[in-house]
């Protein structure tokens, strides 16, 4: 038999915003998450869906730092992707991206089966900040989108059931401590992209899992599911039964429309044009939801549709699947077990009526053969790679160093270790935390419960008491990590990382005026300390002096907060998230036209968060005109 599938290195050349560097302060409070249910709607949910809704919430971001470090100047940019096609697909993925699935092209009918991105503009919607729209990306970790929207996958070739190649791709999530895969093949002359995903515990304790794979498709589309009604989840924050709503573009704004689809219903989801020609969804039966994401008709969905994209490319709307009925729900994943499951996408032309469409499907693509498909592929998911094509992260190298875990198909090896795995391998072979070689940024912090029991035997510097209070407080134990970081102040060379943990401490406990003192004195020190004006001090310096300014602007001591403002980097304070900030200062200080100045000479937050109200909220108090269009960002009604 002749394979026609091949898989080959390219890469594609967008007009891209720059990522810039991750913050270096740990974040010891969660990002603002709209996707979070009141829990009095529980008792109004079915008993599964109650259970898993408040199973296993995130509570932490820890050991992940915030990346908020882009910008929204672009220029051209090359990506490395990795091709993979057959005479009737082309799929084009991005390893460095979170394996995100860019483009899916029909070759016969020449059409692109999803929402292309014409540009690469990070935006503030991953659980740890930078994300960015378009394609099919694989959503693991908690609820909300992967902290991996925006890193490096490990990719490679591997042996596919027909006899030919798949892309695979791997990496260790560091939420919840997880290795997963995510294999892609195109047998010969099919028109569907097969995609078998694996998420394995290799813990001996049970383990909150998570998955939504998210296609975007243009939003001109009829979005058909096998089901009557859907779970309605908006910015509210309320899950209510309605109607499938008929088109995406007939809600007024953001929403989730979760599909109720029944329990032995085939699982997939259309998005059809006007002429019936679109992109389906289908799955094995594992992977349960169906999700519709709209933005909504509203002037606030409008602006998030140009600030994602290019004004004037077209808006786009989610289909989505996922392991639980909605995206609030986290299932459990048993000790030494997995959970794994097939994915196929293809072209569909069908009526746009969902019992037509879903007999067009089962011609085109019959339940049985994805079954088949499914089974097929299963020997294959511990095929050890061939040809490296793309390399992550070494975090799970290093978890497969200390643990010595067998995870066949998706070898972590040791050669991927890098400068931020240095100290932790050194810790975990020598029992202590190297001191740094020079002055700077402590580097990232472990804090599952080994990394902490190790830390607590290691030899107690300055440094291994900031990383062990640190990993208290993601463990809930927030009086000893102020004891622990209290103890490094007292031979720290460095104390502005120390003062800035013990400053959120105090705000946690509603201390502002020592919260205050605390920020004040840690960015004394941080500018009496930095040594250059390079990248990792510079993000050092705005992280630190956003927060000292909005402590001390907390406290009304807005003489110390304009101190700060004075002595942060020129090129910081003309970042739209400083103007902002500028403007808030403006206003403490009385200067409330001064403040109005700053919206009229106009700036763009380039981080501001979804479902984020800050904007909005100042303006309301230097003018009492409606908020300009260009500022609005509003994602929920007025009331």
Same mark, same amino acid.
Not at 473 to 481: E, P, S, T
């Given at each position: ?8 290195? &390219? ?29 009095? &709607? ?90 960015? +729209? ?25 042996? !596919? ?78 899950? +209510? ?5 008929? *088109? ?5 704004? !953001? ?18 044009? +006007? ?7 289908? +799955?094995?039966?594992?992977?349960? =939801? ?80 994805? *079954? ?143 919260? !205050? ?14 040594? &250059? ?8 310096? !705005? ?40 403007? =808030? ?31 909005? &909220? ?22």
């Amino acid at each position: 038999m002749v394979i026609v599938t091949t898989i080959r290195r &390219d890469v594609l050349t967008l007009p891209a915003a720059p990522l810039g560097p991750d913050n270096p302060l740990p974040p010891l409070r969660l990002l603002h998450e709209v996707h979070r249910i009141d829990v009095r &709607d529980r008792d109004d949910l079915p008993r599964d869906m109650a259970r898993q809704a408040g199973y296993g919430p995130l509570h932490s971001l820890l050991p992940l730092r915030v990346r908020d470090g882009y910008g929204r100047e672009r220029a051209p940019r090359e990506f490395e992707t990795i091709v993979i096609e057959n005479d009737r697909l082309r799929a084009t993925v991005l390893p460095g991206l979170g394996g995100r699935v860019a483009s899916l092209f029909h070759k016969p009918t020449g059409r692109e089966l999803l929402y292309r991105n014409p540009v690469f503009q990070p935006a503030n919607f991953a659980l740890n900040g930078a994300w960015f +729209s378009g394609g099919i990306e694989w959503n693991i970790g908690a609820t909300g989108h992967t902290t991996l929207s925006c890193a490096p996958l490990h990719a490679a070739r591997v042996p !596919a059931p027909d006899g030919g190649e798949m892309l695979r791709l791997w990496e260790w999530e560091r939420l919840r401590d997880l290795p997963f895969q995510v294999d892609l093949w195109l047998p010969e002359a099919s028109d569907f992209l097969y995609v078998g995903v694996r998420i394995r515990n290799p813990h001996e304790r049970p383990v909150p899992g998570y998955w939504w794979s998210n296609i975007a498709v243009p939003e001109e589309r009829r979005v058909l599911a096998p089901a009557e009604e859907a779970w309605h989840f908006g910015h509210e924050r309320h899950l +209510s039964r309605v109607a499938v709503p008929p *088109d995406p573009l007939s809600s007024p704004h !953001a929403a989730d429309y979760f599909y109720d689809l029944p329990h032995a219903q085939r699982r997939w989801i259309a998005a059809l044009d +006007s002429e019936g020609h679109g992109l389906v969804q289908t +799955s094995t039966d594992v992977l349960r =939801g169906r999700k519709l994401f709209v933005w909504g008709t509203g002037s606030g969905g409008r602006r998030w549709q140009e600030w994602l994209t290019e004004p004037g490319t077209g808006g786009y709307c989610e289909i989505q699947a996922g392991l639980a009925r909605t995206q609030l729900e986290h299932v459990r994943l048993d000790a030494m077990s997995e959970v794994a499951w097939l994915e196929a996408y293809g072209p569909l032309s069908a009526p746009p009526v969902p019992a037509e469409a879903e007999a067009r499907l089962e011609a085109v693509l019959p339940r049985a053969a994805v *079954d088949e498909a499914y089974a097929a592929w299963k020997p294959y998911a511990d095929a050890e790679p061939g040809e490296i094509l793309a390399v992550g992260s070494g975090w799970g190298a290093l978890e497969v160093l200390r643990t010595d875990w067998k995870l066949p198909g998706t070898p972590f090896e040791e050669s991927t270790l890098g400068e931020a795995q240095a100290p932790w391998l050194e810790l975990l072979r020598a029992g202590s935390l190297p001191e740094p070689r020079r002055v700077r940024p402590p580097g990232e912090t472990l804090v599952a419960q080994h990394w902490r029991d190790m830390l607590e035997t290691a030899p107690a510097t300055p440094l291994t008491e900031y990383h062990l209070g640190v990993a208290q407080w993601h463990a809930g134990d927030r009086a000893q990590a102020v004891r622990s970081w209290e103890r490094g102040l007292e031979l720290a060379p460095s104390v502005w990382p120390l003062l800035r943990c013990l400053a959120v401490a105090d705000q946690e406990t509603g201390n502002r005026e020592r919260a !205050a003192d605390r920020y004040a004195d840690a960015f004394d020190d941080l500018c009496h300390e930095r040594r &250059d004006d390079g990248e990792s001090w510079t993000a050092a310096t !705005a992280a630190l002096g956003r927060e000292a300014i909005e402590a001390l602007l907390a406290a009304r001591r807005t003489a110390e907060a304009r101190s700060v403002w004075e002595r942060l980097h020129p090129g910081i304070r003309a970042r739209g998230r400083f103007r902002l900030i500028e403007a =808030g200062l403006l206003l403490a200080e009385g200067r409330p036209e001064a403040a109005r100045a700053v919206f009229e000479e106009g700036f763009e937050v380039a981080d501001l968060r979804e479902g984020a109200e800050a904007i909005g &909220d100042l303006w309301s108090r230097v003018s009492d005109e409606p908020l300009p269009p260009f500022h609005d960002f509003r994602m929920r009604p007025e009331t």
